[in-house]
């Protein structure tokens, strides 16, 4: 995955680029844009309000979502095709951590909520300053995989109570579930019905007619049916009164100590926006052969959030399934999210009245099949093909989020990341190249040899700390299990790029030893960072300058018969 801050990044930019996503804009591109933008709507206003379920905020905050952000993100990012808005992934990861901390919907939760987005916002700034964009790039996308379907398990067991029309009173996703179970005998029949018939048909929607805005015409129709049939004194919970107009600028009345408590909950954040966001505008830069500037990208998402926490809106992020939407209508440029953003005005204007009379189990339903495309099986199903290790480390990851929690969930796939990559660099792959018709190189194990008296040994990773003693044992053990005396030793580099103090005075050691044994060492295939780094820490001088080689061909001719380390045994390498 290339991260937002990846090379574009790295080279930064002396001056900021406005509407990079907008211009040029060419007539008819633009209608064809607008167009798009009008199905994007269509399609996006209902998952929007359904976002709020998950956020745990009031319905209204879910269009303004999809307003100030989208024009923010319009006017400072790069990407012309990334939509910015609310995401189910970073809803959950805020509204688990928050609801410990106020009641969902409350005035303070909803301070909460706008300081959480202030606060994404400014370590996005941050990031943008300090090209920290990288960091993404810790959260490989077998853990993001397993990572989305575990908040798609924990989303989906949250609606439940809502789709049976019982009461569910935890925020733990296996006590919900437990409560679902129990109270199921009681549920409601009709609502259930009525949340069977929504969830099928935007599954069998999504599955034969994409672009058909079945959740649309679903919240339409139970609106119209729920006001005609007075659903609300039938039994039926509804969202209840929807505040109209534009939103209000304010900032969020938050105490200092709250202030700090959330910071750790916006990284969490900010890691997944970057992860999402960057994969995002990249899949689609390469698509349609464009640029994408990534800082510019950072700077529009930290915009956005500010945008959002400061109208009363919560965390935004690049979308995958949002943008998908906005590719499959036709947009291809960021006038498709202005002209959604316009219809979103003329809905908080003239049409938030009708939404009090939406039924919260076909809410609670559109935000089920969203969870439900959250489950990422195909995607699971790759990574067991390819790699059985990284298949259960998505599994992990998915069990983890809705055992423990989104935010420590996040947190604890990113320390499963680097713990799997740790592991492989503190147990690379070692060989060591064997006779026969061809060159080939074989796990090293005591007992093998490249010739007799000669060994060659590839080590596949840096040497730092915690490998070093491996790495000195290794090759003690090969010398020792040898069938005939070793008399050269050669290590190929070709993998070795950097050595720390650590690793360097066990290597000086190691030296000391094969000396002490009669058994010369040799290096081959340096780079020039290896060679700078052997120079450093004396490496260089301990092993001999003229026995480092660029080239492992130079290495064994020069340790053969009649070679520049005279002496040496005839090979059958050597050319």
Known sequence: ?????????????????????????????????????????????????????????????????????????????????????????????????????????????????????LETAGVLLVARVFKAGFLADFLSRTVLVGFLTGVGVQVGVAML???????????????????VVRAAPSADGRVVALSIFVAASILLARRFAPRFPAPLVLVVGSIAASAWLNLAERGFAVVGPVPGGLPSFKWPNVSWSDTLALLPVAASCFVMIIAQSAATARIYAVKD??????????????????????????????????????EGAGARSQVAQLVFAAVVVLVLLFLTGPLQHLPRCVLASIVFTIAVGMLDIQGLGAIKRESRGEFLLALFTAAAVPAIGVEQGILLAIAASLGRHVRHSYRPHAMVLVPGAQERLEPAAPGLETDPGLIVYRFGADLFYANADRFADQVRGLVAGAPEPVRWFVIDCAAVFDIDYTAARTIRDLIDELTSAKVGLVLARVNAFLRSDLVRHGVAAAVGEDRIFDTLHEALAAVSAGGRLAGGTKSAFSG
């Open 1 to 117: 995955m290339t991260s937002l801050g990846g090379e574009a990044g790295a080279q930064g930019r002396a001056r900021i680029t406005l509407l990079h996503g907008v211009l040029p804009l060419r007539p008819r591109e633009a209608l064809r844009d607008a167009f798009a933008g009008v199905t994007l709507a269509s399609m996006n206003i209902p998952q929007v309000l359904g976002y709020t379920r998950i956020a745990g905020t009031p319905v209204v905050t879910g269009l303004y979502t999809v307003l100030l952000p989208l024009l923010a993100f319009a006017v400072f990012g790069s990407s012309r095709h990334l939509v910015v808005a609310a995401d189910s992934a970073t809803a959950a990861i805020f509204s688990g951590a928050l609801s410990h901390m106020a009641p969902p919907g409350s005035d303070r939760y909803m301070a909460l909520v706008g300081m959480l987005t």
């Open 161 to 179: 109570g809502d789709m049976l029309g019982v009461a569910v009173a935890s925020r733990h996703t296996v006590v919900q579930l437990w409560e």
């Open 289 to 326: 052969r464009e640029r994408v500037d990534e800082n510019a990208d950072i700077l529009g998402l930290s915009a956005a959030n500010a945008a959002a926490a400061l109208s009363g809106a919560f965390v935004v992020n690049g979308s995958p399934t949002q943008t998908a939407m906005a």
